[in-house]
């Protein structure tokens, strides 16, 4: 079956627009995560979805980062008022269980705030 | 912020010899895993250790874990080009439910 889907892949804004960047997991998956991955680094922890409740969202940076899973399957980052340290990539992974032993990866999308 | 360290940060080896990468974590966990990461890619599991266990292996890979040590390497054996990437260890924890990862190691296999 289908992997981890993100969209937009590449995605380039001029500071202070607004941005939204879609996951779509795999189907069935109960546990979504959204992590940053900035250049050279690992990826860190943004927020965590159990179906379409949101239970740990500690790693969103600033206020402007918001994240929704309405149904409990496709979810949307969205940052408002981009600023230039908001360039990285932009990981999703789903997990089958709610215990996410083992996470599926999107191949991300690249966000470069200009 | 990270949850732990990749020792060494880059490692270049010959195709055929064996790669060892280091990861060090922080807190009290229940799993270790290992990812790869290709260039533009998203990450890959590779192989999963227990908190009770000590060593692991899966066809090339072999992982040992030392949780007095909070410490886990991750070798690779009769290295081969395909294996060009970046390495990333996570750490998990049921308590928060999250995966903590480091730094990672960018392995390069020269042919």
Same mark, same amino acid.
């Given at each position: ?13 001029? /500071? ?32 965590? #979805? ?15 980062? #918001?994240? @929704?899973?309405? @149904? ?24 089958? /269980?709610? /215990?996410?032993?083992?996470?599926? #990866? ?9 | ?111």
């Amino acid at each position: 079956g289908a992997g981890v889907s993100q969209s937009p892949r590449y995605k380039v804004a001029k /500071r202070g627009q607004d941005v939204a960047l879609r996951c779509d997991p795999i189907s069935g998956h109960v546990s979504l995560f959204w992590y940053q991955q900035a250049l050279g680094q690992g990826p860190e922890f943004l927020t965590y #979805f159990q179906n379409e409740a949101q239970l740990d969202k500690s790693g969103l940076p600033s206020d402007r980062f #918001f994240a @929704e899973r309405p @149904e409990g399957s496709v979810s949307t980052l969205k940052i408002q008022r981009t600023q230039q340290e908001d360039s990285a990539v932009y990981l999703c992974a789903s997990s089958l /269980r709610e /215990r996410p032993i083992t996470q599926y #990866f999107g191949p991300g999308t690249r966000l470069t705030v200009l | 912020s990270q949850q732990g360290e990749e020792d060494p940060q880059a490692l270049s080896i010959q195709e055929g010899e064996n790669a060892t990468m280091n990861c060090s974590y922080k807190t009290s966990i229940n799993n270790l895993q290992w990812y790869r990461q290709n260039s533009g890619r998203g990450l890959v599991h590779l192989i999963l250790i227990r908190s009770n266990e000590r060593e692991k292996h899966s066809g090339r890979l072999r992982v040992t874990l030392d949780t007095s040590k909070k410490s886990s390497s991750l070798l690779i054996t009769a290295s081969r080009a395909a294996d060009t990437a970046s390495y990333f260890c996570a750490s998990f924890s049921y308590n928060n439910n999250d995966m903590r990862f480091g730094a990672g190691t960018r392995l390069t296999v020269k042919p």
